[in-house]
């Protein structure tokens, strides 16, 4: 049981360069969601998915698209990536009050 | 807005010892999860509290919520060192919003 897959776990990009961060849950969950966690500020609510074809903003949503794309994907998009968005990406699904994280992705804005 | 305050957000604590974490949020919502974190891993989930004078309890954490003051409670008995991690509240209403954490530290 693979529960929340994401990928890449690490990445580097340059500034202005455009990356898609891929998550997939095999567990049939409607809700879906994206965080990134910086030191000192828990995790932060970018954009989350209630069902598939919806999708939300969160807290933190600028610079970032998602899309998702079935009931099991829901990826997120940097088009033009700043140093602002290095950070840890997780993302999550959840179902009747049980939320199950992917094991984060590590990216590096250079 | 949904906000989620936790503290303390530092915690170094004695083995053996008790201590208390504190989630207060700003919104009517009656769920309330409590999630650990060790470095450089994903979040586990530690408890659900899904109504008023709930309280769950596993090992040496036990957790509570008041819906009415809008607080959550994370309370550990006498520490021992594998506590040790960073611990998160998160409220849930139409998404999830979590607190900043808490870094416990619990020393010999």
């Known amino acids: 049981n693979a529960g929340v897959t994401q990928t890449p776990k690490f990445q580097v990009l340059k500034t202005g360069q455009s990356m898609t961060l891929q998550c997939a849950q095999d567990m049939n969950h409607n809700s879906m969601y994206w965080y990134r966690q910086d030191p000192g500020m828990g995790l932060r609510l970018i954009y989350y998915?209630?069902?598939?074809?919806?999708?939300d903003k969160g807290e933190v949503p600028n610079g970032y698209n998602v899309s998702r794309l079935n009931k099991r994907e829901f990826s997120l998009r940097l088009e033009s990536a700043a140093p602002s968005q290095t950070s840890v990406y997780f993302c999550a699904s959840s179902y009747r009050y049980k939320a199950f994280f992917g094991q984060g992705t590590r990216l590096t804005v250079v | 807005e949904l906000k989620v305050e936790q503290n303390p957000l530092f915690l170094s604590m004695q083995e053996g010892k008790n201590y208390t974490i504190y989630c207060n949020y700003s919104t009517t919502s009656d769920r309330l999860y409590w999630y650990r974190q060790d470095p450089g891993k994903s979040l586990e989930s530690l408890f659900v509290l899904l109504s008023n004078g709930a309280v769950k309890q596993e090992g040496r954490l036990m957790a509570s919520l008041d819906t009415k003051a809008r607080l959550s409670t994370l309370h550990i008995t006498a520490a021992v060192h594998d506590l040790s991690a960073t611990y998160f509240c998160a409220v849930e209403e139409d998404d999830m919003r979590f607190g900043a954490g808490t870094r416990l530290t619990v020393k010999p």
């Open positions: 998915s209630a069902s598939e074809g919806t999708t």
